[in-house]
């Protein structure tokens, strides 16, 4: 049997179901990264390509390797080592920055 005929096996319902939780998924990573202040578009459309995987890449970058801090002044999530907020301008001292 050649590839396609495999696919034509699969039922219609597992298509389904398979895209509902691609966008799920993709949704809840771009709705996420606009949160955290990361390229929501780029995660989101990341998100759609690939489950499970690309959301425990996407928890493990945003979470472990890009640690970020709340701006005190504008409440927006900042990198953890930054010297200035890129939304309000805020200049962090030594003792913000961990």
């Known amino acids: 049997m050649g590839d396609i005929e495999k696919l034509q096996e699969v039922p219609l319902i597992i298509w389904i179901l398979l ?6 998924q993709g949704s809840w990573i771009f709705y ?3 949160k955290r202040g990361e390229n929501k578009w780029l995660w989101g459309l990341f998100g759609i390509l690939n489950t499970p ?3 425990i890449v996407y928890l493990i970058v945003t979470r472990i390797i890009f640690k970020t801090k709340e701006c005190y002044k504008c409440g927006k999530n900042v990198k953890e080592n930054a010297l200035y907020c890129p939304y309000c301008g805020n200049k962090f001292e030594d003792d913000d920055r961990i």
């Open 32 to 34: 996420d990264a606009s």
């Open 19 to 24: 895209a509902v939780v691609l966008l799920i």
């Open 53 to 55: 995987s690309n959301l």
